[in-house]
């Protein structure tokens, strides 16, 4: 019948639905899955990633990034910027080269690849005479120099990537100048390092892997210097001055060489194994820093003993008496020294070192005594511990924000105080409209509170619930206690671990109340705790309940997991939230549902058994209520049941297994080419699947029944106050819909404030709704008299939200899987209803009511259901007339752990993960866009560089002038979405204020 | 007892009134004012078609030429076995062509009573779809047997402008011993599935179309091509007079006016594509439970009323002490609606088409 109603197409309604609904993909957040290559140029101050999926990220100041794709989505090996230009140079795994420029665009910076270029030998050569090995951007950025397997180092000419035949540096050539015992020893193998000599760009130092540095001379195509290294060489480092430079090899070495013109084939200096003098592993890139009192920093990675600490991912860093090598949580891609790039500069100085590990970023402050860690304002590594579940809370009040700033501060004591030291590029990006909170439960019973309000997720404030079990770790299990005199000087920095010793105490659902600053955390073991926000540190016992879902259910045995043992008497708690109340469900299957109205100062949450509802002013269980269907066995025993056995064993594969992904799988890419790197990853998929299943594949067609499992799962639980018995009172409710297509409605009673601790709060079931679909209830929301949804609990209170009309009658919604159906309260009589499935064939996986504002006029704006579903699609779903709006696609359908990740935010925006260390953050909304927007200006070059960048710079203003009208059409668009956005936000601030005063 | 009694009476061509005045009228005139009656009146072709609303005691009126011929039948002696061509059946209106002994001499053949029956699955829409194509109804509703079919992907060829096109396909792959799908005899495996309640497959993936398949499966209309294409009907070319106004199976389906039927074709059976929520009221004062079919027929008069959402509502009510007793009683009440006789009363059409027998009037 639908079909015949609905209505034609409706131009006014049809250029609404584009003020309000547009689709981006705006920025990700944290840290890049499968790093692979590092860059960094002093001259802009900006520091670059390439990934394993062929992503190129670049970052400076906070909110300064770019990100480019390379379309054959292979390995980026090296990253070099062009000495004083915003260009950089990128080396893949199929041996090409890639140009991308910075180039200024309708007011902002973009990072654009303009060529690329492979490397072709001769007619008949071996791939090895072309492969790339060494790239070196010449000061004088007309030519790169690249290192080959063979041994010849080809020029090209930049940015045509012309190959300069008559000035190649072939081994003969190079040959010829050395002695001929030496010679005899295939010396000139492989071309593993190329320095320009930083005084005279006429020299480049080029360094074979066999061992053989030679000093040339590009002006009179020979040799001046030979320096016979016998070891097997891996990096060099010119010292500032140029008079000395630094080989490091693969036996965990270093030598020193002396460059002077009146001997042209120097012995070593000085030649050291630092942590000898048993055999150690290759010290794969050193660096000389000098300074003012004359002692060096010298930093290197590697070189441990190769026995007893061979699996060390470690960088020392020497100065004088101190020593450090520090201990990296994963392998090391990379590093870089932040040192004084001025030319005039005596010394290097050095001021930081920035790491670049598989899984994390760490930057040490080196300026500092004690050489401690900064604190990264982006690239965050989310996974540090796993992420199980994501909460989203929009616009914090001021109040509550500075207060879990506050807190997460006195965590953050350890970290340096030095600013951030990749300051390049200045973001033009409008501050973000409002104060918005990401909350992330993690495997180990962490949540962390990242600022998600502008595009560098940051991390705020990091609460733990551990301390509330007794957990099998042993506290004294401490790797970091390390004596004074241990060698070698090991430090363990970074924050990446993602093994949890106990994984019942991972956070499966958070709800967080933004006035009150409660907060309800549930977790795998059937835990609940409710907490509040607490300046100081705190001493105090939490109470303890327990709720019992099966009641008197006999004969079933709980085959899972056993709940967790709580710590009996006081807890120390450190100023944040600190838990009050823990209420344990029986039996101890995952928390599936939570919710938490603090108004009236309850708490109700869900697991495969049943629902509860816990009084926490009162200390006091209300009432539970048993979902099961009595033949739902698996339910009863648990989901680990069949596996029990295995469970530590496979505990411990999982570990591999997340370790070995990271090897195995290539990381999927950024907004630009999402599509590319999708599709490479669907093949990906693809291919393993068509490992996994040899049979043919089938699906039965059955009709759901009771029978199924898991029908009792509670899916989602509601809290409103509405009309569920009769039209003339209305009174708070509880709303639970389960997996089976079941919704039950509970009628609360809570006393009123005054009597709140004298009575008890009294529920009683008023309603029961099987949908005959049965699908899996994921949503109830309850519409008011003007078909608003009613508002969150306290929101009125705080004067944010009109109170919700109780004079015209309400509406239930409930979305399943399958449907969406609108029924009238309190008789409940359906209404209205769309078939998702039935006509697509695709289920609802997410459903949130957004809040979109029109881009055109302040003084309009409707709320809509925002849906994902399993195909991957965002749906944006009319309320209250349920009418599809728009669709996109967003995520691939194969990528489930991405649609399971997603979440919607309050105003249309949202956030998945695309790899378990990142989140793509998106926008639905045409109002509310977070992405980056920042300006790259090239610094003040030196007097000889001038003419070249004159050039440039009238390229990019013509380029831009012949910019099409649409961009700057968008530009003044957003630029009045900014002024509006403004304004608002100010509002928000004065209104937080006198909150807060009051 | 009544063999064969004529009366002849006069009516207002052009004012024939409302169906309930003629039917007491016939009644009177009878004087069989205690018997439930069927009425129904021979058109211009010579079938006999009945009349039990306004529209169709109009339209018998407006046709008769010049007589109309009026048929009385004792509800109980209707014999439903001989009903209209494929055509007519995909009706739910179920345009019931009676036989009449007294026209024509034919064998009688010996079905039981409808209500002795409940309909598991339907040919429809043959005139529409190429013969190639099958279209076949599955009622699950109110049926203890599975749906007992699975499906899978496959190629299949396909004749394009640019000619043979291999494309993705999803076929049946296999059918579970007794399952309804099997029992039906409609469906066979490696039959290609062309559209599900008129949504075409063509693009979707196996998933998708399970979850499809899933969410219909209450009242699953699917177009296979049957890999076996021996057993095709063959159509006679004479299309009974009212096949002509439905192009499309679900345009028919609602064109219908559904006000306007039979008191004993359960319109929610009808439409049994609309379920059923089922509310249960608790807290409430304890009411007895409604009788099941004073509960169909309140439901009856809603439905008319509301023009979108033909649901079924059923105040069941419970003693809300415990959730274990209270789950047994929804219990008790699910499987007593799983044999609701309602579903006996609507006529069983599949066995017709399903032997090829083509019954002409």
Known sequence: MRRFLRPGHDPVRERLKRDLFQFNKTVEHGFPHQPSALGYSSFLRLMAIGTRSGAIKLYGAPGVEFMGLHEENNTVMQIHFIPDQCQLVTLLDDNSLHLWSLKQHSGASELREEHRFTLKGPPGSPPSATQITAVLPHSSREVLYLGTESGNIFVVELPSFKVLEDRTITSEAVLQWVPEDYCSRRSCELVEALREHPKNPDQILIGYSRGLIVLWDLQNSKVTHQFLGSEQLENLYWQRDGSKFISCHYDGSYTQWPVSSDNRQPEPLENLVPYGPFPCKAISKIYWQTTKNGLPYIIFQGGMPRASYGDRHSISVVHGSQQTAFDFTSRVIDFFIIFSSEPSAEFDDPSAMVVLAEEELVVIDLKTAGWPAVHPPYLASLHCSAITCSHHVSNIPLKLWERIISAGSKQNIHYSSMPWPIDGGTNIAPDPPQRDLLLTGHEDGTVRFWDASGVCLHLLYKLSTVKVFLTDADPNDNMNTQGEDEWPPLRKVGTFDPYSDDPRLGIQKIYLCKYSGYLAVAGTAGQVLVMELNDEDAEHIVDHAEADLLQDQEGYRWKGHEKLKTRDGPVQFEAGFQPFVLVQCQPPAVVTSLALHSEWKLVAFGTSHGFGLFDHQQKRLVFVKCTLHPSDQLALEGPLSRVKSLKKSLRQSFRRIRRSRVSSRKRRGGSGNASEVQEANAKFDQDTLQEMELAPVQRKIEARSAEDSFTGFVRTLYFADTFLRDSSRHCPSLWAGTNGGTVYAFCLRVPPAERRMDEPVRAEQAKEIQLMHRAPVVGILVLDGRSAPLPEPLEVAHDLSKSPDMQGSHQLLVVSEEQFKVFTLPKVSSKLKLKLTALEGCRVRKVMVANFGSCRTDDYSENDLAVLTNLGDIQIISLPFLKLQIRYPCIRKEDVSGIASCVFTKYGQGFYLISPSEFERFSLSTKWLVEPRCIVDMPEVTSNNHVHNKSDMENTARKSSLGDYGEDERKSGRLMEHALLNDEKVLKEIQSTLEGSR | ?361
């Open chain 2, 1 to 361: 007892q009544f063999g064969a009694e004529f009366r002849r009476f006069s009516l207002d061509r052009y004012k024939p009134g409302k169906f309930e005045d003629f039917y007491k009228l016939i009644l009177h005139i009878h004087h069989i004012a205690n018997l439930e009656v069927m009425i129904g009146y021979a058109d211009v072709h010579g079938d006999l078609l009945p009349i039990n609303n306004d529209d169709n005691f109009f339209k018998a009126v407006s046709s008769a030429h010049p007589l109309l011929r009026v048929f009385v039948q004792r509800q109980d002696e209707v014999d439903y076995s001989n009903f209209g061509t494929n055509t007519l059946s995909r009706k739910k209106k179920a345009l019931v062509t009676l036989r009449n002994d007294n026209l024509r001499r034919r064998p009688h053949i010996n079905i039981s009573m409808p209500h002795d029956f409940r309909p598991v699955s339907s040919i429809i829409d043959v005139d529409i779809l190429p013969e190639t194509h099958r279209r076949v109804r599955l009622y699950r509703h109110g049926c203890e047997k599975p749906l007992g079919f699975y499906i899978r992907d496959g190629t299949s060829v396909r004749v394009t402008p640019h000619g043979l096109e291999k494309v993705p396909g999803i076929f049946i792959s296999r059918m579970v011993p007794g399952g309804l799908a099997e029992s039906t005899g409609l469906l066979a495996v490696n039959d290609e599935v062309l559209e599900v309640n008129g949504i075409e497959v063509a693009g979707k993936t196996l998933d998708q179309v399970t979850d499809m398949m899933i969410a219909n499966s209450h009242n699953l209309i699917i177009t296979v091509k049957p890999a076996n294409q021996r057993n095709n009907v063959i159509r006679s070319s004479r299309m009974s007079g009212s096949s002509g106004q439905s192009t499309d199976s679900t345009a028919s389906h609602h064109s219908l006016p559904t006000s306007h039927m039979l008191q004993n074709f359960h319109p929610d059976e009808m439409e049994s594509d609309e379920e059923a929520d089922i509310v249960i009221e608790g807290g409430l004062e304890p009411q007895h439970i409604p009788k099941l079919h004073s509960l169909t027929s309140s439901s009856l008069s809603r439905i008319n009323g509301s023009s979108l959402g033909h649901r079924l509502q059923r105040d069941l009510v419970l003693n809300n002490n415990s959730g274990r007793e209270s789950n047994g009683n929804i219990h008790k009440l699910l499987s007593s609606l799983k044999t609701d006789p309602r579903h006996s009363l609507v006529i069983p059409r599949g066995g017709i088409e399903e032997d090829g027998t083509v019954i002409t009037l």
